[in-house]
C-alpha cells in the first residue's frame, strides 16, 4: 500500500499565477482533506471532500477550490497567488466515518 | 470547535518518560481526545485516541482525568528520533467534521 501520495513535492510560482496541486489517498479511503501549514504553525484545514463534492470548508477565501475525482483523487487549486500562500500543503485521506486520517508527505509551494 | 492548549516547546532526556499535557476546557460530550505526531517536512501521522480514562497502545499512552479538560500523552522512554512536534486534537464524534490542529508542542530529545 503506498499510502497518500502527492505532487509535486515542491514548487516555485510567481505572484499573480495559478497553482495545482494533486493528492492520491490511501487505498480504500474514499474522504479527502486538504491543508495549508505555514512554517512554525499546525496545519490549517483549507476543505474536504467527499463523494465528489465539497462538505466542510475552512476560512480560505474562494481562491481556493478543489475536485475530487471518482477515483477518489483530488486536486487543489489556487488562483492569484500571493506571497502569503507558500507553505506546505497537506492532503489527508480518511474512510468515511472513520477518525484517523493519513496524510501525504506534503506539496512545498513557494511563491516568489 | 473545543480549542485546545498545550506547551510550545519541551525538552527531555533519551530514555526519560514525556509526559505533554494539554487542556481543552470546552471540550464536548461527544468529542473524542486525539493526538498526532510530525517530523519535519513530513505530514503528521496518528498516535492515539481516547474518550476517558487511560488508552495504551505500542506508541504511548493517553490519560484523561473525569472532567475531560485535560488530557496527558505519555512517551515512555524516549529516544532522540522522537524529537517532532506533538499536536492534541479535540475531534468531533461526527467523524465527518472538520478537524483543526492546534501550534503543538515542539518536543526535543537530548543525548
Known amino acids: 500500500d503506498a499510502g497518500v501520495t502527492q505532487s509535486p513535492t515542491h514548487l516555485i510560482k510567481t505572484r499573480g499565477q495559478q497553482v495545482t496541486l494533486r493528492c492520491s489517498p490511501k487505498?480504500?479511503?474514499?474522504?479527502v482533506s486538504w491543508y495549508q501549514q505555514a512554517l512554525g504553525q499546525g496545519p490549517q484545514f483549507i476543505f474536504q471532500?467527499?463523494?465528489?463534492?465539497?462538505?466542510q470548508r475552512g476560512n480560505f477565501p474562494d481562491r481556493f477550490s478543489g475536485h475530487q475525482f471518482p477515483n477518489y483523487s483530488s486536486e487543489l487549486n489556487v488562483n492569484a497567488l500571493l506571497l502569503g500562500d507558500s507553505a506546505l500543503y497537506l492532503c489527508?485521506?480518511?474512510?468515511?466515518?472513520?477518525?484517523?486520517?493519513?496524510f501525504g508527505p506534503g506539496t512545498r509551494l513557494t511563491v516568489l | 470547535l473545543a480549542k485546545t492548549t498545550q506547551p510550545i516547546s519541551m525538552d527531555s532526556y533519551e530514555g526519560q518518560e514525556v509526559n505533554i499535557t494539554c487542556s481543552h476546557n470546552?471540550?464536548?460530550?461527544?468529542?473524542?481526545i486525539t493526538w498526532y505526531q510530525q517530523f519535519p517536512s513530513q505530514g503528521p501521522r496518528f498516535i492515539i485516541q481516547?474518550?476517558?480514562t487511560k488508552v495504551t497502545n505500542e506508541v504511548a499512552s493517553l490519560f484523561i482525568p473525569a472532567d475531560r479538560k485535560s488530557s496527558t500523552l505519555s512517551l515512555p522512554r524516549v529516544s532522540l528520533s522522537d524529537t517532532a512536534v506533538y499536536y492534541c486534537?479535540?475531534?468531533?464524534?461526527?467523524?465527518?467534521?472538520?478537524?483543526?490542529f492546534g501550534k503543538g508542542t515542539r518536543l526535543h530529545i537530548l543525548p
Open positions: 489527508a485521506s480518511r474512510l468515511a466515518g472513520a477518525y484517523e486520517q493519513f
Open positions: 487505498s480504500g479511503h474514499d474522504t
Open positions: 471532500y467527499y463523494e465528489e463534492e465539497e462538505r
Open positions: 470546552n471540550i464536548a460530550t461527544n468529542d473524542y
Open positions: 481516547g474518550y476517558k
Open positions: 486534537l479535540v475531534v468531533p464524534m461526527n467523524r465527518d467534521d472538520k478537524i483543526i
